[in-house]
């Protein structure tokens, strides 16, 4: 190629990149007149020329929805009042919502289109009305031009992911901070940086992943991905299981990612009425200030949905009686444009009627004005927040919604095995609050009162009071038995004395039990001198663990053989945490018998 021409193409290019003149196909009309060195300079040329004229925010870039080019190149908000109105619903719903499924719910509940204007063909730059989808939202919620920034370099290309012969390919997100061009308070904005940046964080958190807390579920689970390990650290995921499908918070991090055993599990209710309780407290200075603005938010909105209605009924109006003009004013004679304006006239005629009849519909599920009465008992629920927080009509996935506002996280620790699990709030703003819950445990040995518990049974025991009479007494000085159960009974204080050796066996007359020999125990005696569940202690026995015998009779007693080496062993054990791989320790084979 003659020097002279390259350098005043190069000189062209330098500074003044314009997409419109300078793209791929300049590039490939000049393949074949130069060299692969000078096309790579005319490439760096013209990224150079991009970035120059994008630093000084003149480079023109596709405008999202709700803006507008002017014939002049002066971005500004979108001309068509109703269009505007559109994306200004949107980010107020968003706010409220929280969620993009939310939002996309409500519009397409109350039939709002989305303004598209066309980028190409013969109607292009007119206004088009599309339904509502979820990849347009998501651009539009995390597009920073709304926040009124002029941003380049938000999707560079990967030369790794290209396709040859295809230019669009290879586009990926970068981050922030590694965009080219970002100059704040440039463009007309709809919502403030603020909240610009308060929406992609939102949208990040509801994604489902780990890092994230994601979105409130339906569940009965209220602190579902706000729950932290106090042991490890890590987020506890939620489980649910039983005939009443109770949920219950577990860390397993250490079993996914490494094959170890669970750190803690524990009750969700315990934890999650707690929490509950905390925020409710937390509400209460701000039981005026919200009594005061639901009824205006409940008005704000039906005030922004008439708003759509009117100007969607003012555009139907106005095509109706444009067609109607276009019909009247064209010549009877010319029979063919006639009736293809008669035919429009109709079918705009009847868009309006449709959207009237569509209105009356909506004007009937949802007056527009708040009843005096209607506000009198928003304000006297707004004003008693508990009543409100346990009312019929309130749903599980409200109360999560809320407790998020207010937490950033809760992070728990159960004390050992017992029901005491540290509970430490940590609300937004970094603020902590330090609480104690109480959670069921399956075996009174797990309690952490559960020596005291037994000594005052045996005690009772001893006066010769009978387990009525001792269930009663327990019951009247405050003692609390395991699991879910709210008091002791008969049966479940017989069961507490046999199981852990505080009666002896009612088969055997006085005085004529079975001496045991050196080393010898019996399985509730053991239990209690190992201070462990006598139900575990039979399961080990099940499983071979121990050394045992059974004595003659159809119902035998069971006589452990434990000495000092096998209880140290058997404590081993019992400290052990639960694995997949218990069985093949060498903690769970029993050691040889003398004699045998």
């Not at 707690?274 to 701000?286: F, G, T, Y």
């Not at 004007?363 to 004003?383: D, M, V, Y």
């Not at 399961?539 to 004595?551: A, D, I, T």
């Amino acid at each position: 190629m003659d020097s002279g021409l390259f350098g005043s193409l190069i000189a062209d290019l330098d500074g003044i990149y314009d997409p419109a003149q300078y793209n791929d196909r300049l590039l490939l009309g000049l393949k074949g007149t130069m060299s692969e060195a000078e096309l790579h300079i005319i490439k760096q040329r013209m990224h150079e020329g991009k970035l120059n004229k994008a630093r000084r925010g003149e480079l023109g870039l596709p405008l999202p929805i709700g803006y507008h080019r002017r014939p002049s190149g002066e971005v500004v908000l979108d001309p068509d009042e109703q269009a505007e109105g559109v994306v200004r619903l949107i980010f107020d719903q968003f706010e409220r919502l929280r969620t993009l499924d939310g939002v996309l719910r409500y519009l397409v509940s109350h039939g709002i289109l989305i303004p598209v204007r066309s980028r190409s063909g013969p109607s292009k730059g007119e206004l088009e009305w599309h339904r509502p989808n979820r990849p347009t939202l998501y651009n539009l919620f995390r597009n920073p031009l709304y926040a009124g920034a002029y941003v380049y370099g938000r999707r560079p290309t990967d030369p790794r992911k290209k396709q040859a012969g295809r230019s669009g390919t290879g586009r990926v997100t970068a981050s922030p901070d590694a965009w080219h061009v970002i100059i704040r308070d440039i463009r007309p904005a709809y919502i403030s940086w603020a909240q610009f940046e308060s929406n992609v964080a939102q949208m990040s958190n509801n994604c489902n992943r780990s890092g994230s807390i994601g979105v409130s579920r339906n569940g009965e689970a209220l602190l579902a991905g706000l729950v932290w390990c106090g042991r490890c650290g890590q987020r506890m995921s939620v489980q649910y299981g039983g005939k009443r499908q109770r949920h219950a918070y577990h860390c397993s991090s250490e079993r996914s990612n490494y094959g170890g055993a669970g750190c803690q599990s524990l009750s969700g209710t315990c934890v999650d009425q707690v929490v509950a309780n905390s925020a409710l407290l937390a509400l209460q200075p701000a039981t005026l200030e919200v009594s005061l603005r639901v009824a205006q938010d409940l008005e704000a909105q039906q005030e922004r949905l008439e708003s759509h209605w009117r100007l969607q009924l003012e555009r139907a109006r106005y095509e109706a009686e444009r067609a109607e003009r276009q019909y009247q004013a064209e010549e009877p004679e010319n029979r063919l444009v006639t009736r293809m304006l008669a035919r429009a006239l109709e079918d705009k005629l009847s868009a309006e009627l449709k959207l009237q009849e569509e209105y009356a519909r909506f004007r009937a599920c949802t007056p527009r004005l708040i009843t005096a009465e209607q506000r009198e008992g928003i304000l006297a629920l707004a004003s008693d927040i508990p009543s409100l927080w346990h009312a019929p009509t309130t749903t599980n996935l409200q109360r999560s919604d809320i407790v998020r506002l207010l937490v950033d996280r809760v992070i728990v620790a159960v004390q050992g095995s017992t029901e005491k699990v540290g509970v430490c709030i940590v609300w937004a703003g970094g603020h902590k609050t330090h609480l104690e819950a109480t959670r069921p445990v399956a075996s009174v040995m797990q309690l952490s009162y559960a020596k005291q518990l037994l000594q005052r049974a045996k005690e009772l025991h001893d006066e010769g009071a009978n387990s009525p009479l001792i269930a009663e007494k327990l019951n009247q000085e405050g003692w609390k038995p395991a699991k879910r159960a709210e008091a002791f009974t008969a049966n479940s204080i017989r069961s507490l004395l046999s199981r852990n050796g505080l009666t002896t066996a009612k088969r055997y007359s006085k005085g004529k039990e079975p001496r045991l020999k050196r080393n010898e125990w019996w399985l509730p005696q053991l239990a209690t001198h190992l201070e462990m569940p006598v139900e575990t202690l039979y399961r080990w026995l099940r499983n071979g663990w121990l050394n045992s015998k059974q004595l003659a009779g159809k119902q035998g007693r069971l006589i452990v053989w434990a000495n000092p080496g096998e209880i140290d062993r058997l404590r081993r054990l019992r400290r052990r945490k639960k694995m997949w791989s218990d069985v093949d320790h060498p903690d769970t084979k029993p050691g040889p018998r003398p004699g045998k």
